[in-house]
């Protein structure tokens, strides 16, 4: 576990190149895995690529070979290769049931931002790891996370108890010589204006649960026939565009499935909403102060309304969060991530919690999330509970 910028990517990825190119591993296979399986193209795969450049220098592709469909690494040094996988959906967990290898046995896994995945998904990545290895072969699993909660079944795991198993280790940006002076700025101004983020971002220490706003959120599988639906944007683009799916049943709200995107234009969104089966006959609450996005959405067939804001609407708005459960899907780690850091704001004067959300939270899919729920949360004005078909 540790900080942003601690070393952890780049340090575990040359780590594993070197073992696996390492004569007295043969055998030896690694299995990493992201919980969106398409996030490793970007990150654990091009930081593996990236250490094999620099154990091997020019001659690289000599001792270490790249495919892309699927992603994969080869050591013709040793035989040993390198896959990729998600742990988003029963496809994806399917995926790395069946997985076999021509050479050797499956020996390592590598979780990257461990902290999305459930303890189901590592109780089936452990049950991988079975059967006699060859002499000097061992069994690991690699976790790297920042330690985003102290509530994290993470730390219950791994943390509250010693187990002759189990190594620990944290890191911080601080110990970490390759990191620029822009860096260190970046991190004293995060100190300053927001210490709770400072503390699992800059010292790499388990996230607080004080001054939580919601304490009712639960990230698990659930089944998906719900009373009714309604989707919930927030627009962005240097900040994420965030649109959720939501379901309502026996008075609890579900977030089904998110699209969660920087530095993507308008048109773009409404194309990936599409592709990504965004119904269109159910009312998407969007942020008012954009309407020009409002009827792009529109145009694009999407039933999207501006939600009326008034003073004091945010706090309404949690209230009625605070009154139910939060479920959360597994695939939806943006949001999951945001719930809980979510925040009440401190005083900086009295160290005391105020009643207005901490402005330095990322706050791109709760806000989806809070325009979403507009049309329960107030029905009668908004008819939200128009019982709505929807086939998922
Ligand atoms: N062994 C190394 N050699 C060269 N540069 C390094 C090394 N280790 C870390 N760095 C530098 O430090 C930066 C941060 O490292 P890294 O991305 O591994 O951090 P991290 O702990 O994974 O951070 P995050 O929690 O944000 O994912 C890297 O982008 C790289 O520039
Ligand atoms: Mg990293």
Redesign the pocket.
Known sequence: M??????????VA?DFICKLSDGSNIGANLLVLRKIEASNRDSTFAELLAAAGRVFGDGANKHWSATYAPLGLYCSDTGSRIIFRGMNDVHQREKVKSITLPEGKLTWIWLEEATEFTKADLEILDDRLRGELPEGLHYQITL?F?PVSAAHWLKAAFFDRESADVFTHR?TYRE?A??DEAFHARMRRRREIDPEGYRVYGLGEWGETSGLILTNVKVSEFERDFDVYALGTDFGFNHAWCTLLLGYRDGDVYILREMYRTQTETERMCALLDENAFPKDVTMWCDSAEPDRIKTLRRHGFAARAVKKRPGSVLAQIDYLKGRTVFVHPECVNAARELFAWRWQKDARTEEYMDEPDPNCHDDAIAALRYGVEGWRKPRSAAGFQSLELGT
Do not use: R
Not at 2 to 11: E, F, L, P, T, W
């Open positions: 540790g900080s942003a910028g601690s070393g952890k990517s780049v340090n040359e790297t920042n890191s970490n390759f990191i």
